[in-house]
């Protein structure tokens, strides 16, 4: 194997520390990938909870100010929520490619077949952009209805 930048010939890493980096980088993917998972729940939960508990009397001016704060919450715990789901996508992109760096360096390429997408018509719907489309869709009909309670 030789160096890119120098060209000089770079010796094999240990077989074993191989296997410990590829181990780690796929158990570090399927973490972000449940961690995703187990956030848009908890953020489900959170925003029907919420919207659940709205008084429904609009006509006492307590009860429109303690809407008008909830949904403000809710539509800043929207964005934060959404901002979060885009740096997992990121973070999980950086470790797939870092797995298909480890699994190319090492002669272990087929291996990572197993691990992302498969080459066919779901691989290329973007998936990945999945949780941050449904953030995103959430946090706008929020802010709508943010608006339409600021202009009733």
Known sequence: MMNPSTHEPVAKPDPALVVAAFTQTSENIRH??????????????????????????????????????????????????????????????TALANLARIASDNGMDRLVGDIDTPRSFGARMPMRWVFPIYFSITTVCLLVLLISHLLA
């Open 32 to 93: 972000i990938r449940s961690e995703r998972i187990w956030f848009a729940n908890a953020y489900g939960a959170i925003v029907a909870g919420g919207l659940a508990l709205l008084p429904r009397d609009l006509s006492i001016v307590s009860n429109r100010r303690v809407v008008l704060a909830s949904l403000v919450v809710l539509v800043l715990f929207s964005g934060v929520a959404l901002a979060c789901s885009i740096r997992l996508v990121a973070e999980l992109r």
